[in-house]
């Protein structure tokens, strides 16, 4: 039986390019419920994705259990989209993404992301909540918690040799989560081998680092 799935959908509050109509973030939300709720769209598994966390996707669960999105689904996976190094072509992070068993939400902070180290300098930073507010506010000293949250979560850009070090060391993790790659040439993984233009004979060394991320 064949059923549709739509594994990037965005909500309101996503980090980037929030464009949901509504002057506040509750009136984002009702609006959008309403939208799903009187969609006819027949969409069995949906991907609630967001750069870095999975805050949305809690949330989305959230309106489900309230009886505000009462469209029914099969399944919900939450998803996060990771920017890594080395840099395509185009001078855009590589764009990674992984489909999170949700039964495995709740070791994300001990398994992920207290293991994702972003160096900066002398200082580094995990992609925990209290890190990632740490790395907003060497950005905006006086933002509040949640501002410096949002602002660190969009600078958290690691290596890639970093995110698979994560994966190398730990089972469960590989066994609870599916790991995709764009392909494109702007932001994926072909793009990786373009990058080699800024340098010299570095050719083979990129093209190794693309057959690495595949």
């Known amino acids: 039986k064949w059923r549709r799935w739509d594994l990037h959908l965005h909500t309101p509050e996503t980090l980037k ?12 939300w009702e609006n959008f419920c309403n939208d799903v709720n009187s969609s006819d769209a027949e969409i069995s598994v949906v991907g609630v994705t967001d750069y870095l966390l999975i805050d949305n996707y809690k949330k989305f669960q959230a309106q489900i259990e309230s009886g505000r999105i009462s469209k029914k689904f099969d399944f919900i996976i939450p998803k996060i989209e990771l920017r890594l190094t080395p840099v395509t072509g185009d001078g855009k992070a590589l764009n990674l ?4 068993d949700p039964a495995f939400v709740n070791p994300l902070d001990s398994r992920l992301y207290s293991k994702l180290i972003l160096k900066s300098g002398n200082t580094q930073y995990n992609a925990l909540k209290t890190d990632l507010v740490r790395l907003g506010r060497t950005i905006d000293s006086t933002a509040t918690e949640d501002v410096a949250y949002k602002k660190g979560a969009e600078k958290f850009v690691i290596d890639f040799d970093t995110l698979k070090g994560v994966f190398d060391n730990d ?3 590989r066994n609870h989560c599916l790991v995709i790659v764009s392909n494109s040439s702007s932001d994926g993984a072909t793009g990786v081998t373009d990058h080699s233009s800024f340098f010299t004979n570095t050719d083979s060394d990129l093209d190794t680092k693309r057959q690495a991320i595949y």
């Open 171 to 173: 089972v469960d993790l």
């Open 17 to 28: 390019e929030d464009q949901y109509t509504g002057t506040n973030p509750d009136e984002k």
């Open 97 to 100: 993404h992984l489909l999170i």
